[in-house]
């Protein structure tokens, strides 16, 4: 409803609607959603982006009216901060190194950089001709993902935050030595298993992509 408001036709709106929601990022045009020239349109696919990128069951709790679990998951907060740094930093190199507009820089960066850290691929700009800076912080927010329990690829937040906590961890136990440290997610503590899942798989990931980068490097591309 909210994309054939913005124009698109029912066809489109459907489609659309469908690889938003499901994080995938087909479109129907070559040119992706830069094909309808429409700033509305990559609003509203930002905003469904951000939303299927969180954990899909803590809307349950907020259709029996709790917005408590949502608003106070530590992986729903780092993946929030992680945006809206991202999103600044973006927003403030495109108006002083390519003269955009306020608005205009503001929603370039918000649709391209949410369209990457929830894995979706939604395009609109090429935004490899942004410089060096904005090109490292969107691939470095394809790599970590969105939240677990979304439909977002990616390392994943949940992973993440036992990882900047568990480096927390280890240098407050090196300036203390004699003090008892915990990882923690939600305030309780992380058994060992978990996290020495999070730390396999996060080593894992890394070490797949960067040998098919490899590959592909060896391959000329």
Request: with cysteine.
């Amino acid at each position: 409803l909210a994309f054939a408001a913005a124009g698109m036709d029912g066809f489109d709106a459907v489609g659309h609607a469908m690889a938003a929601i499901a994080t995938g990022g087909f479109s129907s045009h070559d040119a992706g959603l830069g094909h309808f020239q429409s700033p509305a349109i990559e609003w509203i696919a930002t905003l469904f982006m951000l939303l299927s990128a969180l954990p899909f069951v803590l809307y349950v709790h907020l259709l029996r009216g709790q917005a408590g679990p949502l608003l106070g998951e530590d992986q729903v907060r780092l993946f929030l901060a992680m945006i809206a740094t991202g999103v600044a930093l973006i927003t403030v190199w495109l108006m002083r190194h390519h003269d955009v507009p306020f608005l205009d820089a503001l929603r370039l960066s918000a649709f391209n950089l949410v369209s990457l850290i929830t894995t979706t691929g939604f395009t609109s700009h090429d935004f490899s001709l942004w410089g060096a800076f904005p090109g490292l912080i969107l691939v470095t927010a394809m790599l970590v993902g969105g939240c677990t329990g979304s439909t977002a690829g990616g390392i994943k937040m949940f992973r993440l935050w036992l990882l900047f906590r568990s480096v927390g961890v280890q240098l407050a136990s090196q300036a203390f030595p004699r003090g008892v440290f915990r990882v923690t997610y939600n305030g309780r503590r992380v058994s060992e298993e978990i996290l020495e899942g999070a730390i396999t798989n996060f080593f894992d990931y890394l070490s797949t992509v960067a040998l098919l980068s490899l590959a592909l490097g060896l391959a000329g591309l």
